[in-house]
């Protein structure tokens, strides 16, 4: 016979929420926590946590079978869902629309977790005026290698850069190895607008410490810390405060003081400690909503970097040919330069010539939905090839979080650029080579 499934209700400020499934285990690694005690942790946070989305459209990204496992993204709100859930419709650069939860309380909060839902992804967007964002996302990715102390570096050249435009920037840690600064901005600025602002703001970051932050969008050119632009066009949404992260320390996205950076850790903030912290010195964003600031600085400096002849940077793959968009190819697939004929030179003399692009020698090891397979590819390959593998510096492995419409999956990368061309090993198929879109994309060439 079947296994019963069990059930547990909460009342919550007058408001039951069915809890299935309460003893599943969601961490079972450095520590243990079930589906009931992720519940649990966002109720005793809550304060904080549903500030962070309120109002605002969430995507669902549920972990079904606990953090260890993989989960796959919903932007569509269920169809069986309490009748005290508000929904909007939201359309996406793919010209499709779907209608989104959201959240507004700890009963709906309860809710969402009960479908997986560990981490919060709301939109940059009120439910009030779903074009115009009210927030300036500044996401700070380090790469390979690379120390939290750079991060807490880029992110102090970031408040004071913030502060100079005229903008206040709220930190929080990414709850993996980064850190969020979100800025509170008017609803008047266009999707396409704050991104702009927000690639400005990258490449003046880069330009005050080049040896620590990068602004460019292929892994294969970056060093240090990534300041990721992109996180502002539509349809992008990062983890809110609070949010747990699907790591064994079940760490989390944690608000914080400027004071605080210089002496803070990732690993300080998690499940176990955040309620205490929050209950002990309040939510940091408390006074968020009060600060909203102006882009039209950072926008004057976006025309200045323009006028210079630094024109737009690449977009997210799912988006159409954006206007003033350079060739969306990655440096290491970019085909050599063709001699133009009298019509492109022609044409050329009116625009800003292009720095041509050096060709990185990138090599596919390892592809799978699961992370630590991928991971367990690279270090056969690594094995196979000893004597290459040697050259290799640390920011010359690209591991990429591949997203396709409703999952996700690690593909590894290594660039063979200090390694000499004697030596260079030839692409191999990869170990091992799990593409859940491969079969998608193939029948989509042969449509074409």
Not at 41 to 70: C, H, Q, T, W
């Amino acid at each position: 016979m079947p296994k019963k499934e069990t059930a547990e209700v909460l009342s919550i400020d007058g408001r039951e929420v069915r809890i299935s499934n309460p003893d599943k285990p969601y961490f079972s690694r450095d520590v243990k926590l079930s589906k009931l005690d992720v519940v649990n942790y966002y109720l005793s946070v809550a304060s904080g946590a549903v500030a962070g989305i309120r109002d605002r459209p969430s995507m669902l990204k549920r972990f079904v079978n606990g953090a260890e496992k993989e989960p796959f993204y919903q932007k569509r709100a269920p169809e069986n869902r309490p009748e005290w859930l508000r929904t909007v419709t939201l359309s996406f650069p793919s010209g499709r629309t779907a209608e989104e939860v959201v959240v507004d309380d700890a009963a709906g909060l309860a809710w969402i977790v009960n479908l997986g839902c560990i981490e919060l992804h709301p939109h940059a967007v009120r439910t009030t005026d779903l074009d115009h964002p009210d927030e300036l996302r500044i996401d700070l990715d380090p790469g390979p290698g690379v120390e939290w102390d750079d991060v807490r570096r880029v992110a102090i050249e970031t408040r004071n850069l913030l502060e100079e435009m005229g903008l206040r920037g709220w930190p929080k840690t990414s709850g993996s190895r980064g850190m969020h600064i979100n800025a509170r901005i008017h609803q008047k600025w266009s999707f396409t607008e704050v991104r702009r602002a927000a690639l400005a703001l990258s490449r003046e970051i880069e330009r005050r410490v080049p040896t620590l932050a990068t602004s460019k969008w292929w892994k294969e050119e970056r060093h240090g810390v990534f300041l990721d632009y992109n996180q502002n066009a539509k349809d992008r949404t990062t983890c809110s405060a609070y949010s747990i992260r699907p790591l064994p320390d079940a760490r989390v996205s944690a608000p914080l003081r400027w004071e605080e950076i210089p002496d803070c850790e990732p690993g300080d903030f998690t499940v176990l400690t955040m309620p205490a912290r929050l209950e002990e010195i309040g939510d940091p964003n408390a006074h968020m909503n009060d600060a909203a600031g102006s882009l039209d600085q950072l926008l004057e400096l976006a025309d200045r970097d323009e006028a210079a002849g630094l024109g737009d940077a690449p977009w997210p793959p799912h988006f159409q040919k954006m206007e003033g968009e350079p060739t969306r190819v990655a440096p290491s697939r970019a085909k050599s330069a063709k001699t133009v004929g009298k019509t492109t030179k022609k044409a050329a003399v009116k625009k800003t010539a292009a720095k041509p692009r050096s060709k990185m020698p990138l090599i596919v090891v390892a592809n799978s939905p699961h992370k630590d397979k991928a991971l367990a590819g690279l270090e056969r390959w690594k094995a196979k090839h000893t004597d290459v593998a040697a050259h290799l510096a640390v920011d010359d492995v690209l591991v990429d979080s591949m997203r396709g419409r409703s999952s996700t999956w690690t593909r590894i990368r290594v660039n063979l650029r200090n390694v000499p061309e004697k030596i260079r090993p030839a692409q191999e198929t990869p170990d091992p080579d799990d593409d859940p879109t491969r079969a998608w994309r193939e029948a989509r060439g042969k449509k074409a």
